[in-house]
């Protein structure tokens, strides 16, 4: 199987942390999530998949092609959702929609409006006006609209009421199921999303990877114990 992604050696410095040097592929259709503790470098690692960072050690490689040389074009096949949303607080949710299309030729308007539909997004409310579930699933349709073969979510529940995440997640999990080639990589601290949404997890800790493993493979050599219990005692032993 040809991967998708690779990281080669890819590692960031800053002045009070460093993100060892990771070496890893993600393949079509895998669904990774990546958990640890704050400040393991879950965001650092995202935004540098995302083209949003630059100064990192080592190579991205998008299908073979390193990542750098293939901006700001490649951005057209990354969808991310950040952790806060990125817009004009004056724009309404439709005005905000209609901007971001004009930077990706796969738009889809039809496909946002269902979205926006489905999660109970006003479109004609100001960005600024948002509820912060409402705010998410707006980040939310600005990554998925086009469909990206790769797409990006930062700790998309984090903060939200359990209606709001079930509806989110729900939303995840239909759109990336109807294309299966598709590659998702989102972090979270919440392990129960792990389970709902992921089939690989990816465990920093220190600034190390601790963990890379299938969630089948972690059933098995567990006895089948829940995905949140085994995550949280593998936490629990690298933070220590």
């Known amino acids: 199987m040809t991967a998708r992604i690779a990281l080669r050696q890819f590692s960031v410095t800053y002045p009070s942390f460093t993100l060892a040097p990771l070496s890893l592929e993600i393949h079509a259709g895998e669904r990774v999530a990546l958990v640890g503790p704050n400040g393991s470098g879950k965001t650092t690692t995202l935004r540098a998949l995302a083209g ?26 990354i969808g991310l959702l950040p952790e806060t949303l990125a817009g004009y607080g004056w724009m309404t949710v439709r005005e905000h929609l209609a901007f971001l299309a004009e930077f990706y030729p796969r738009w889809d308007a039809a ?29 939310f349709i600005s990554a998925e609209a086009y469909r990206p073969p790769l797409l990006l979510l930062d700790e998309p529940t984090s903060g939200l009421d359990p209606a709001v995440r ?11 199921d109807s294309q299966s080639e598709r590659i998702v990589l989102f972090s979270t601290h919440l392990l129960e999303d792990v389970e709902f949404v992921a089939n ?3 465990l920093l800790a220190n600034g190390t990877l601790g963990l ?29």
């Open 166 to 176: 079930g509806e989110l997640l729900s939303a995840i999990l239909s759109s990336v």
């Open 212 to 240: 890379d493993a299938t969630v089948s493979r972690l059933r098995d050599a567990h006895g089948g114990e829940s995905l949140a219990k085994i995550l949280y005692a593998a936490l629990s032993r690298s933070t220590c």
């Open 52 to 77: 949003r960072l630059r100064a990192y050690d080592g190579f991205i490689l998008l299908n073979g092609q390193d990542l750098r040389g293939l901006l700001p074009s490649a951005r057209r096949d």
């Open 111 to 139: 496909y946002a409006a269902h979205l926006a539909d489905r999660l109970g997004v006003p479109l004609d409310q100001a960005l600024g006006r948002l509820s912060k579930g409402t705010r998410v699933k707006a980040s």
């Open 200 to 202: 690989r997890v990816l």
